[in-house]
């Protein structure tokens, strides 16, 4: 018998020494340690081992509690257990359908569901000491023969992360630290430390832990549910403005901004829709070089004069920045004497190679775990925003070496995990000031614990061919399954070959993004709507008319996502765990909870779709219904995308627009599309229809004005302010 198991028979004989209404606790290793067990939210639990002195520290640090907020953005339980001796042993943590067994039929842990068994694992109660002297503890999971295992980060292949190891600080893995499975139980480890998932071993997942001691959350239900209770555990982003939900251009590497100015005049002339400009790196903004104050780049020749300009056109402007300053100038030496930046052991600044946002030109990195100059740099973004600065961009995930360690003692895994974040928080602090709630965007491709909480994640940079285009599809969706509510779709790469971006390939990928959270074109001229003929460019114009349209429903399902956690673009898997048909169609998604898109992508037009089971589906396109379970192939023109209406919902659409300063407030609605008879109040920003069933029909407020496009077989009567939907007779 291992130690392990062996500790935990003697743990569990006896029953826990404390009980409340809401935790349980065991002690062991002479009364030195605590296993604590918190029903932390309905279906989830908490569960943390380690020696007491770490569990209840005398006093909590400030490093300890900044750490603690940047985890969660909830601390206390909120939800009650029963606690049970087990008939064959063990005991069994109950909380309404899910309950916890620990000790019990050989299993050191065992979650359960309506009294059915969902997972198995064996933890560890003592950690091992690996190589570099660390505490480690393990979890190892079972897995069942065709259990996949969804989350923890972005991934442009199968979004089924078994087969892979990942190591959370290893930026290449792009981790994030949320694990589920479609039989309906997550795992989260709660900790900036290194965390690492292995699941190359058939049928298991085995989580080794660092730290001093173990944080666990653990969930069971749905993945819908999962993520929801997951996001409101660590924190969810706020409602952005309306304008970053329009379409963006991305400045090519080496263009002016007069250039990119020109392009959206041309934009305008040709009657496309934009609204914000990216520009290129290098960073548009920073510190003089012997005075804490930002400057503009040399490539801004006039700041306010190219302000003025973008909002003629009403364009807004998002550039990068570094959280540094520059190797060589007076202000280095400064501030590396003052210790506001990252120092390596012997006290000298970290110096940082060079990005492409620094021009290459390196850098050190400034201290944001000291407060004083976290809001310091915040505060001098906030002065750029008032200057006309819409959004900043900030790539901030460095491979740090071991031996550097922060003012405040972060080092290694945890400082290459938590100075991401950092960094973001300062920006949305400038971006957000005051407001209440707080708004804004800042864009950044890092990943981190917690980067749920901030708006706007990019998407990769692919090639121009069919697979970039899958690849930037299932990142979206990968990082949906891990909690990331938006992430964005570049039309292409300005920096990759143009050889392989053809006009199908350019419509097709343009349909996706235009039902996506959102996407940006690209100023390479290759890439831009007039590097096409005159009817691919019309085809362009008629996808971004219904991007404009569909902004208050997309809006509405980012403000959805503030309540629920719930992402823009969903995974089959996570939308219908109880279909394992749909799981495979890995390029399928539901936009929000009313429609369900089915790209093409394949060169010649053919397209294999799917439609879940449990629903009906009503084409867009033809406004034929269809029996969910079923599998169809489509041969969509140029100017189509297989969507479908889920039956019970409705497609709030608004007026086609240039832009989204001229959507009138006051009605931003013109149309609603009925999918069968409605049952569900709509997804839509600023909602006010209501939705009530009695004896047979629907009767809905909130349509005065609004064109009703009822599917077949509906008839519509106005009676006022109520609308009722019944059957034709």
């Not at 999962?226 to 969810?236: E, F, K, M």
């Not at 909480?453 to 399954?481: H, I, K, M």
């Not at 300005?494 to 690209?522: D, G, I, K």
């Not at 609603?672 to 029909?697: A, C, D, L, T, Y």
Request: some cysteine.
């Amino acid at each position: 018998m291992s130690p392990t198991i062996e500790l935990a028979d003697q743990l569990f004989e006896t029953g826990p020494v404390t009980r409340t209404s809401s935790c349980v606790e065991w002690v062991y290793q002479s009364d030195e340690w605590c296993l604590r067990i918190e029903a932390h939210a309905p279906g989830v639990f908490r569960l943390r081992c380690g020696p007491i002195a770490w569990l209840e520290p005398p006093k909590a640090t400030a490093r300890a509690q900044r750490q603690a907020d940047m985890l969660l953005a909830r601390h206390e339980a909120v939800s009650e257990l029963e606690c049970q001796a087990g008939d064959t042993g063990g005991w069994h943590l109950s909380q309404g359908d899910a309950c916890l067994t620990l000790g019990d039929q050989g299993f050191a842990l065992q979650l359960m569901r309506q009294q059915q068994p969902v997972a198995r694992a064996q933890l560890s109660l003592q950690p091992v000491v690996d190589d570099a002297g660390d505490p480690v503890w393990s979890i190892d999971w079972t897995l069942g023969d065709t259990e996949g295992v969804f989350g923890l980060g972005e991934t442009c292949a199968d979004p089924d992360r078994r087969g892979l190891r990942l190591v959370s600080d290893d930026a290449a893995d792009r981790c994030l630290p949320l694990a589920w499975t479609p039989a309906g139980w997550g795992v989260y480890a709660n900790t900036l430390d290194r965390v690492v998932h292995d699941l190359r071993a058939p049928s298991r997942l085995q989580m080794q832990v660092h730290g001093a001691g173990l944080d666990v959350f653990l969930f069971v239900g749905d993945p819908g549910e999962i993520l929801n209770q997951y996001t409101a555990l660590t924190g969810r982003a706020g409602q952005p403005n309306l304008w970053p939900l329009g379409v963006w251009l991305d400045q090519a590497p080496g263009q002016t901004i007069a250039h990119s100015l020109q392009q959206v005049r041309s934009l305008r002339a040709q009657g496309l829709a934009l609204d914000a400009l990216r520009l290129a790196d290098p960073a548009i903004l920073g510190f003089q070089a012997d005075k804490p104050v930002f400057e503009w780049s040399a490539a801004v020749d006039d700041w306010r004069e190219i302000v003025a300009a973008a909002q003629e056109q009403n364009i807004h402007l998002a550039g990068s920045c570094i959280p540094g300053v520059l190797q060589g100038t007076d202000l280095f030496d400064e501030w590396e004497d003052r210790g506001w930046l990252l120092c390596d052991e012997d006290g000298n600044a970290w110096v940082c190679p060079g990005t492409a946002a620094s021009g290459d030109r390196p850098f050190a990195l400034l201290d944001l775990t000291h407060k004083d100059t976290a809001r310091f740099w915040a505060e001098r973004h906030q002065q750029a925003l008032d200057d006309g600065l819409a959004a900043p961009v900030c790539q901030a995930r460095f491979d740090f070496p071991a031996q550097l360690e922060a003012r405040s003692g972060e080092a290694g895994a945890v400082l290459r995990t938590s100075y991401p974040h950092l960094a973001r928080r300062a920006l949305f602090d400038a971006v957000a000031g005051p407001r209440t709630p707080q708004e804004g965007v800042m864009l950044s491709r890092d990943l981190f614990p917690g980067v749920q909480r901030f708006a706007w994640q990019q998407g990769p940079d692919v090639d121009n061919s069919w697979d970039g285009y899958a690849q930037t599809l299932r990142a979206a969706l990968s990082v949906g399954n891990a909690g990331v509510a938006v992430q964005t779709h570049a039309l292409g790469c300005a920096s990759r070959s143009m050889r392989t971006m053809t006009p199908e390939l350019y419509l097709r990928w343009l349909a996706m993004s235009v039902f996506s959270a959102n996407f940006s074109f690209q100023g390479h001229p290759d890439l831009m709507p007039d590097a096409f003929d005159a009817s691919t460019r019309n085809l362009i114009g008629h996808w971004l008319q219904w991007r404009y349209r569909l902004l208050p429903y997309v809006a509405g399902i980012i403000d959805d996502a503030v309540r629920t956690g719930l992402p823009v673009q969903r995974s089959m898997a996570q939308a219908y765990p109880a279909d394992p048909q749909a799981h495979a169609w890995d390029t399928q998604y539901l936009l929000g909870p009313a429609l369900l898109v089915a790209p093409v992508m394949q060169p010649g037009g053919q397209a294999e779709i799917y439609l879940p089971e449990g629903d009906a589906w009503w084409d867009l396109a033809t406004g034929w219904r269809y029996e969910g379970g079923t599998r169809w192939t489509l041969n969509p023109g140029l100017d189509a995308l297989p969507v479908f209406g889920r039956e019970g919902h409705m497609l709030c659409l608004g007026p086609v627009a240039q832009h989204t300063g001229e959507i009138n407030s006051a009605k931003i609605l013109e149309e609603v599309w009925m999918f069968g008879m409605p049952e569900h109040n709509p997804v839509v920003m600023r909602n006010k229809i209501r939705v009530m069933q009695m004896q047979g029909s629907s009767y809905i407020k909130g349509l005065e004005g609004l064109k009703i496009l009822p599917s077949e077989g509906l008839e519509v009567k106005r009676r006022g302010a109520e609308v009722r939907i019944s059957r034709a007779r």
